[in-house]
């Protein structure tokens, strides 16, 4: 028990609880496109600002995902090699390639298999693109600009676009630190991209749907999970300012997240600062989330415990739930059921998209990744190659 206690204690709660938040409207999303829930009755009740918040908030999901990205990585950094200056190329690479490349290759492999297969809705059509084509694109971290030249890929593919945007940056991460050598020249640098980024999510490729898919499209918002960990990390706060700051995310989150239509007749929208806002919003949570952390302040009810279930195996959640949405909505649709059975879909997805994530992060990412860092910690130095 005791050893439980301990391990649970290196979770910060509050991170588990936002990115399981994020998750699950990730999942919702997925799961309305396909079986509205406004089908039914309970959906009809659902008062319409409701319902989007609920169901169609998979967008400010995967922007949560970014910001919390970038403070858990740099948070990460700063924890292993205390400075920005001593960031190690090597050592970094070897811990993201650790990470990220045993589940991201043995999704690519059943995708394949399924497309050779010629199993329906993960066929890649071959007047867009080749499946090898995809794959490349894949490795590389450049599918979203596949999808912005050629269109949706199926699903499972689709989803790919924001991993290669955060692992593009994070390519480039620990270079920055090498040639920035402060910490307030890395977050200048950096803040550069609170200025790009909304105009490359509403002016570049503007007559392309995925054109908002960008590289640059969603760098503010990581960046500001960087300079959130920088300034969790290097600067005291008092109770009263942290409050301040707590209240201040609060508020810009909300009214983000609820009063979406308020923010778009405003113009925010439009010119792409809802992101920012709202990116802005969740790096100050952070900040005083991490500030609690490490005052020892886990209070979190236990009710939560789910939800941070989900947050805690995002990764493979979110990299493995299509799977589970493409057969129980098979499975939904040869049965003809009523529209009133809508809510059994979406628990039964919600539930399995979980078991599975935790599955593969049990028996296959998480050994995985512990395995190639022993292998790979030769590289984790202390010095920038």
């Known amino acids: 028990m005791a050893m439980e206690e301990t391990k649970d204690l290196k979770h910060n709660h509050g991170i588990d609880l936002f990115r399981g938040l994020a998750i699950l409207s990730v999942i919702l999303l997925h799961i309305n496109t396909r079986i ?38 740099t948070n990460s950094s700063l924890g292993r090699w205390k400075k920005i200056s001593n960031v190690s190329l090597q050592g970094f690479y070897a811990m993201r390639f650790a990470r990220i490349m045993p589940l991201l290759v043995g999704l690519l492999f059943i995708l394949s298999l399924l497309h050779l297969l010629g199993v329906s809705g993960f066929v890649i059509n071959p007047n867009q693109t080749s499946l090898g084509r995809s794959i490349v694109a894949a490795l590389t971290f450049h599918i979203n600009w596949l999808e912005i030249k050629v269109g949706y890929l199926p699903a499972s593919w689709d989803i790919l676009w924001s991993l290669s945007i955060e692992e593009v940056f994070y390519f480039f991460f620990p270079i920055l630190c090498f040639l920035c050598r402060k910490e307030w020249q890395f977050i200048a ?90 990116s802005i919003g969740i790096a100050l949570i952070l900040i005083w989330m991490q500030k609690r952390y490490d005052s020892g302040q886990q209070t979190l009810s236990k009710f939560t415990g789910a939800i941070r279930f989900f947050g805690r195996n995002s990764y493979e959640i979110y990299l493995t739930h299509m799977f589970v949405v493409y057969i129980f909505v098979r499975i939904y649709l040869s049965l003809k059921l009523s529209g009133e059975w809508a809510w059994a879909l979406y628990a039964l997805i919600i539930i399995f998209s979980g078991a599975l994530g935790s599955i593969v992060a049990l028996y296959f990412s998480n050994p995985s990744n512990i395995k190639l860092r022993g292998k790979l910690k030769m590289f984790n130095s202390k010095k920038t190659g």
């Open 36 to 73: 509205p829930f406004s089908d039914t009755y309970l959906g009809g009740l659902i008062p319409t600002p409701v319902y989007k918040i609920i169901f169609w908030s998979g967008y400010y999901g995967v922007c949560t995902f970014f910001v919390i990205s970038g403070f858990l990585i």
């Open 189 to 278: 640098l950096i803040s550069v991209f609170l200025i790009i980024s909304p105009f490359a999510r509403t002016i570049w490729y503007s007559g392309n749907e995925l054109g908002d898919r960008n590289h640059f499209a969603f760098l503010d918002a990581i960046s500001l999970g960087c300079i959130s960990a920088i300034v969790s990390r290097r600067i005291k706060i008092k109770d009263v300012h942290l409050i301040i700051i707590a209240l201040t995310g609060w508020l810009l989150f909300s009214v983000i997240m609820f009063l979406r239509k308020w923010v778009y007749s405003v113009g925010l929208t439009n010119i792409g600062l809802n992101v920012t806002f709202l």
